[in-house]
């Protein structure tokens, strides 16, 4: 992948973040989001992991010559952090207050709060001290 994020509309999956753009390496390492997934959390890890596969490789074409080495399918059923309609913004990293900077999930990162947005986030806010 040359982004460390891309959406993936009208799939299974809706996100694939290489996480190579936050930890480094030579290699993709590739992490697929579900959002709202009841109807395939019930699925076997090789089904999910085929599927997965398929979605990235239909979605980005430079993929389909890419090799699978690992794959593992992870269950969290409660992970993404999703505000109501109407609900104030997400927070930005600086606040009023000289020397307190917010990070974590929740942050506006421009990334859906996940584990990757509460990273770029903690980054962020260290950049700022």
């Given at each position: 992948?040359?982004?460390?994020?891309?959406?993936?509309?009208?799939?299974?999956?809706?996100?694939?973040?290489?996480r190579?753009?936050?930890v480094?390496?030579?290699?993709?390492?590739?992490?697929?989001?579900?959002?709202?997934?009841?109807?395939?959390?019930?699925?076997?890890?090789?089904?999910l992991?085929?599927t997965?596969?398929?979605?990235?490789?239909?979605?980005?074409?430079?993929?389909?010559?890419?090799?699978?080495?690992k794959?593992?399918?992870?269950?969290e059923?409660?992970?993404?952090?999703s505000?109501?309609p109407?609900?104030?913004?997400?927070?930005?990293?600086?606040?009023?207050?000289?020397?307190?900077?917010?990070?974590?999930?929740?942050?506006?990162t421009?990334?859906?709060?996940?584990?990757?947005?509460?990273?770029?986030?903690?980054?962020?806010?260290?950049?700022?001290n």
């Open positions: 992948m040359h982004e460390p994020l891309v959406g993936l509309p009208a799939r299974t999956f809706q996100w694939v973040f290489d190579r753009a936050i480094g390496g030579a290699t993709s390492h590739l992490s697929l989001i579900s959002s709202g997934a009841a109807a395939i959390v019930a699925q076997g890890n090789d089904e992991i085929a997965a596969l398929r979605e990235v490789r239909d979605a980005l074409p430079a993929a389909r010559a890419a090799v699978l080495r794959g593992l399918a992870v269950r059923k409660r992970s993404t952090f505000l109501a109407g609900a104030p913004p997400r927070p930005g990293t600086t606040t009023p207050l000289d020397g307190f900077l917010l990070a974590g999930d929740w942050i506006d421009g990334l859906p709060a996940t584990i990757e947005s509460a990273v770029v986030s903690g980054h962020r806010a260290a950049a700022e």
